[in-house]
Each structure stands twice: as C-alpha cells, then as structure tokens.
C-alpha cells in the first residue's frame, strides 16, 4: 500500500480554507447539539428537561447564542437559521408547550448541518 502513495503530491488549492475549517467545526458543534436536545425532549420530554442541571436549559440556550455568533462571523445563513429553531425549541420547553416542542423537533430533525 505504501507504493501507492510514494508518488503522491499535494495538489494546490486541495486543503480546506481556514474559513472552511472553521465552518466544519462550527457544523459539528451544531450537529452535535441539535442531536443531544431533539433526543433529549423526545427521551426524556418537557418535565425532564426542566429537572436537566448538566446542562441546563440555560446553559445550552448559552452554547446556541455562542454558535450562532460564530455561524454569523462566517456568514452561514443556514446554520443561523437551524440555531433559531434550537432557541425556539429551548423557549416552547422552558414554557411547557408540547405541541410547539414537537414541531421545532420535527424541524430539526429534518434540519441539514452540511452541504
């Protein structure tokens, strides 16, 4: 297999952009989050979310602002928009709407991170 390779070059413009880094970090961090929230109301449901104390609601309503800020430095409309269902579902848990709840969900279990 090493022969394969021995002739290998890199080839200009190949390697991701520090932006497009950036952005990839920002997609897994979302992904990561919108995962871990729908799982949690639908495991868990309102009631239980509201017992969450690692992390709180509050807490988590903190990492979607900090995401969305950096989704906003690198003008990642799509991500801004996945991030304000999160804030709207996270606001229909801490009111105790299940029917609102169930469709920020759906939204974002729907939602695509990556292009």
């Given at each position: 297999m090493?022969?394969?390779f021995r002739d290998a070059v890199k080839v200009t413009?190949?390697?991701a952009s520090f932006q497009e880094r950036q952005l990839y970090?920002?997609?897994i961090a979302v992904k990561a989050l919108i995962d871990f929230v729908v799982t949690s109301?639908?495991?868990l449901g309102i009631e239980?979310?509201?017992e969450?104390?690692?992390p709180s609601l509050d807490e988590v309503h903190e990492i979607i602002l900090k995401l969305d800020t950096k989704a906003k430095q690198l003008g990642a409309l799509d991500l801004q928009?996945?991030?304000?269902?999160?804030?709207?579902?996270?606001r229909d848990i801490?009111?105790?709407n299940p029917d609102l709840c169930a469709q920020s969900s759906k939204i974002l279990k729907g939602a695509i991170i990556f292009k």
């Amino acid at each position: 297999m090493t022969q394969n390779f021995r002739d290998a070059v890199k080839v200009t413009d190949a390697e991701a952009s520090f932006q497009e880094r950036q952005l990839y970090q920002v997609q897994i961090a979302v992904k990561a989050l919108i995962d871990f929230v729908v799982t949690s109301f639908e495991e868990l449901g309102i009631e239980k979310l509201h017992e969450l104390v690692d992390p709180s609601l509050d807490e988590v309503h903190e990492i979607i602002l900090k995401l969305d800020t950096k989704a906003k430095q690198l003008g990642a409309l799509d991500l801004q928009q996945v991030l304000l269902t999160a804030q709207i579902l996270i606001r229909d848990i801490k009111q105790k709407n299940p029917d609102l709840c169930a469709q920020s969900s759906k939204i974002l279990k729907g939602a695509i991170i990556f292009k």
